[in-house]
């Protein structure tokens, strides 16, 4: 079974900032991208930023410049950390966790997702 399990979530004024964190364990046998994604009441569900396994990253334009995501291998366990600095109302989102995983060698990877956590910016 694999878990994501995400926190860091909370209340913070514009301007502020946050720090997710998002572990990654399980049966995996290797991990391909990871990434935050948020979803705005009444929105779609929207990438905020990825990583690979290479350590390259993509971000959408509007969060640039102002969060930076990163990941951490150790043993067992892979943890992608999403730094969210200059926040602005505009953030408020449920931001989730996403890993394209492949648990053992000899089944394809899929997209698991994490159960969410809540960021709330006031203006």
């Known amino acids: 079974q694999v878990q994501l399990v995400e926190s860091g979530g909370g209340l913070v004024q514009a301007g502020g900032f946050l720090r997710l964190s998002c572990a990654a364990s399980?049966?995996?046998?290797?991990?391909?991208?990871m990434g935050w994604f948020r979803q705005a009441p009444g929105k779609q569900r929207e990438l905020v930023a990825t990583i690979n396994s290479g350590g390259s990253t993509n971000y959408a334009d509007s969060v640039k410049g102002r969060f930076s995501i990163s990941r951490i291998t150790d043993k067992n366990t892979v943890t992608v950390d999403l730094q969210m600095n200059s926040l602005k109302p505009e953030d408020t989102a449920v931001y989730y966790c996403k890993g394209n995983i492949k648990p053992t060698a000899y089944v394809r990877s899929s997209d698991y997702w994490g159960q969410g956590t809540q960021v709330t910016v006031s203006s």
């Open positions: 399980g049966s995996i046998f290797s991990i391909n991208v």
